[in-house]
């Protein structure tokens, strides 16, 4: 499966942001995906994830602000981020969580940050 993914942007403390992660291959559906980010100088955090059957999961520290969801038809996994903090500054990739498949290439990402 190959991901893009794209939404980010500045914003301040306590606005919001959608990412989005496109996929292809008709494989997605079966996979379970995650929202992972890293701060500078931080290790990789997984965020937020969601199964091939749309149950969620989310980090302590994005539970509450965060919510992860997916459309299979569109073959394309969503990060709603509300009530962002600074601390949410990072770049956020999506990639895969099913251990049976292992890891997609990692993109690019895209850049989230957010001022004070």
């Known amino acids: 499966v190959q991901l893009q993914a794209y939404g980010g942007g500045l914003v301040q403390a306590g606005g919001s942001l959608r990412l989005s992660c496109a996929a292809s291959g008709s494989i997605f559906r079966r996979l379970d995906m995650g929202w992972y980010r890293q701060a500078p100088g931080k290790q990789r955090e997984l965020a937020a994830t969601v199964t091939s059957g749309g149950t969620t999961s989310y980090a302590d520290s994005v539970k509450g602000r965060f919510t992860i969801s997916r459309d299979n038809a569109k073959n394309t996994v969503y990060l709603q981020m509300n009530s962002l903090q600074p601390e949410d500054t990072a770049v956020y990739h999506c990639?895969?969580?099913?251990?049976?498949?292992?890891?997609?290439?990692w993109g690019q990402g895209t850049q989230v940050t957010v001022s004070s």
């Open positions: 990639n895969v969580v099913s251990r049976w498949y292992g890891y997609a290439k």
